[in-house]
């Protein structure tokens, strides 16, 4: 079955930057669209940034500018650079492609002002 693995995040301070990965296996990795969103405490999963099969990305208004969504068809992997973190993108990142049952653990990402 489909799985999303993501690795990458950490504790940094507001202005910094981290760089999150999406490991994804069990599926053909260059005909999915993929997207990174993030759940923070007590609110609602959303959608940051989304990459097609084509390498067109999509980004919330929360994010553009600051965020940079990249994909590498041969390693099955989409990379999202993260600029200019905030104490409010502390969060709970994840990766998929419209599997609702294939979500990983997530990486932490948390910013301190």
């Known amino acids: 079955q489909v799985k999303f693995v993501e690795s990458g995040g950490g504790?940094?301070?507001s202005g910094g930057s981290l760089r999150l990965s999406c490991l994804a296996s069990g599926a053909i990795f260059s005909m999915?669209?993929?997207g990174w969103y993030r759940q923070a405490p007590g609110k609602q999963r959303e959608l940051l940034a989304e990459i097609s099969t084509g390498g067109r990305p999509n980004y919330a208004d929360s994010v553009k500018g600051r965020f940079t969504i990249s994909r590498?068809?041969?390693k099955n992997t989409v990379?999202?650079?993260m600029n200019n973190l905030k104490p409010e993108d502390t969060a709970?990142?994840?990766c998929n492609a419209g599997f609702p049952s294939a979500w990983g653990q997530g990486t932490q990402v948390t910013?301190?002002?």
């Open 11 to 13: 504790s940094v301070q």
């Open 32 to 34: 999915l669209n993929v």
């Open 72 to 74: 590498d068809n041969a």
């Open 79 to 81: 990379t999202l650079q």
């Open 92 to 94: 709970l990142y994840y």
């Open 111 to 113: 910013v301190s002002s």
